[in-house]
């Protein structure tokens, strides 16, 4: 992912939790799967850091999903990191359906690296 030096924190929470993170941070009402959010905002930072971001997954959504799309819990919750960890490197599924695309294939990719290396 050409960035080996790079932290990353990784926040496993509930609902509720990720509910008043996604209202605080995003204006977004209700808990969400997966939020992201990068040390490193626009083209250009003030200082360097070697933190690359934050993720935060909600544990309850993570074993619905798993759940509702019959998949392992262990395979969900890579998939959501990956996600995470793909909008922290500024893929964003929002802007546009290539930006979607491109999004999912990273994840697709990435996933089944993952899964070869298990």
Do not use: Q, W
Not at 10 to 32: E, Q, S
Not at 49 to 54: A, E, K, Y
């Amino acid at each position: 992912m050409d960035c080996p030096e790079k932290e990353l924190s990784i926040l496993f929470t509930d609902d509720k939790r990720i509910a008043d993170l996604n209202n605080r941070y995003l204006g977004r009402k209700g808990p969400t799967n997966v939020l992201a959010f990068p040390m490193k905002e626009g083209p250009t930072s003030e200082f360097e850091s070697p933190m690359l971001g934050d993720v935060a997954i909600s544990v309850g959504a993570a074993l619905r999903e798993s759940e509702e799309f019959g998949e392992d819990l262990e395979y969900t919750i890579d998939r959501l990191l990956i996600h995470g960890l793909l909008h922290l490197l500024g893929y964003d599924h929002e802007k546009s359906d290539s930006e979607t695309e491109r999004m999912e294939n990273e994840e697709k990719k990435l996933l089944s690296v993952i899964r070869d290396l298990r």
